[in-house]
């Protein structure tokens, strides 16, 4: 069985320091951020990519928030176990070698602009042997 470790920790003076990460994923795109202590905000921009993690899972008791009013219209709020079981579920679900080629494959995700965001990253810190792109 493969596992996903992450730490998730306050700062040096105790004070609760915001982590804050993106992934995209064969499911959908997320932004996953802590709010207060031990409360994360999954983000996502599509409700089917929250949909796809709350039955994936699963996550019986997430109550999966919409608003108009944010930059990320669709999120569950979860406790640090919660975080932890998704990043384990997602760790556990990959079964790819190349994720633009599985990106591709996927319906839900396929019109998702991922290849654009590879190029954008490409550019920007090098990739096969070339040098970043000044910007």
């Given at each position: ?28 795109f997320y932004s996953i951020v ?10 996502g921009r599509e409700r089917k ?6 039955v994936g899972v699963p996550l ?76």
């Amino acid at each position: 069985m493969r596992c996903v470790t992450v730490t998730l920790w306050a700062n040096p003076s105790g004070t609760t320091a915001e982590v804050l990460m993106w992934l995209m994923t064969k499911y959908g795109f997320y932004s996953i951020v802590q709010k207060r202590p031990d409360e994360y905000h999954v983000r996502g921009r599509e409700r089917k990519d929250i949909e796809n993690l709350v039955v994936g899972v699963p996550l019986p008791r997430a109550e999966i928030r919409e608003s108009p009013d944010t930059d990320y219209a669709v999120r569950i709020i979860v406790r640090k176990p919660e975080v932890l079981a998704i990043l384990n579920f997602l760790g556990e679900n990959l079964d790819y070698s190349n994720f633009k080629d599985k990106i591709d494959r996927t319906s839900d995700q396929a019109r998702k602009p991922y290849h654009e965001v590879w190029h954008v990253l490409a550019d920007a810190l090098g990739s096969y042997g070339r040098k970043p792109k000044n910007f």
